[in-house]
T-cell receptor
Framework: DGGITQSPKYLFRKEGQNVTLSCEQNLNHDAMYWYRQDPGQGLRLIYY???????QKGDIAEGYSVSREKKESFPLTVTSAQKNPTAFYLC???????????????FGPGTRLTVL | SQQGEEDPQALSIQEGENATMNCSYK?????LQWYRQNSGRGLVHLIL?????REKHSGRLRVTLDTSKKSSSLLITASRAADTASYFC????????????FGKGTRLSVIA
């Protein structure tokens, strides 16, 4: 049963704490992405990784950090430097099918983070 | 930065009617995709249309692309209550694993 899993589904954090959101995929996809979604809004890109041990900042990377030590895993850490972290976080991946033949993103179910 | 902008922001129709959503974008693209999101869930890919295509069908979905106007439309025919969701367009600038750029979405409500 292939797919992308995110955990936990709901996460509560006190101000000043760092938290790490998990994203795992067994689709053998090379590229993985983290998005943030606020109520009634679209998706904004936080970080993405096209291969293991490499990642790039997206539009709103400040206050977040990532790692890509394994192809299957792309955890996102929300640090205390992120001023307004309450949001819905979505992880996605894309398989490599050759240049110009692809791009469909597969999404996980999301993690809703609330700062208390 | 968000490139795609969907219109309308919200749409409410009766079951059986057709629903049309539009997306405008700013720069040249490799392809444009439409996704659906049920409340509190992840996004699901619906359809992809490449820059050299003008129209594409998938079941009750019909997507058009007008690159001269930098716009796309998604038509859902014979809508059902289960079609109630938010719909997003996403643009891709070039091939490869470059990130998609999503719009803010259209919230569709289909009333039984």
């Amino acid at each position: 049963d292939g797919g992308i899993t995110q955990s936990p589904k709901y996460l509560f954090r006190k101000e000043g704490q760092n938290v790490t959101l998990s994203c795992e995929q067994n689709l053998n996809h090379d590229a993985m992405y983290w998005y943030r979604q606020d109520p009634g809004q679209g998706l904004r890109l936080i970080y993405y990784s096209q291969i293991v041990n490499d990642f790039q900042k997206g539009d709103i990377a400040e206050g977040y950090s990532v790692s890509r030590e394994k192809k299957e895993s792309f955890p996102l850490t929300v640090t205390s430097a992120q001023k307004n972290p309450t949001a819905f976080y979505l992880c996605a991946s894309i398989g490599s099918r050759g240049r110009g033949t692809y791009n469909e993103q597969f999404f996980g179910p999301g993690t809703r983070l609330t700062v208390l | 930065s968000q490139q795609g902008e969907e219109d309308p922001q919200a749409l409410s129709i009766q079951e059986g009617e057709n629903a049309t959503m539009n997306c405008s974008y700013k720069t040249s693209i490799n392809n444009l995709q439409w996704y659906r999101q049920n409340s509190g869930r992840g996004l699901v890919h619906l359809i992809l249309i490449r820059s050299n295509e003008r129209e594409k069908h998938s079941g009750r979905l019909r997507v058009t692309l007008d690159t001269s106007k930098k716009s796309s439309s998604l038509l859902i025919t014979a809508s059902r209550a289960a079609d109630t969701a938010s719909y997003f367009c996403a643009t891709v600038f070039n091939s490869g694993n470059t990130p998609l750029v999503f719009g803010k979405g259209t919230r569709l409500s289909v009333i039984a």
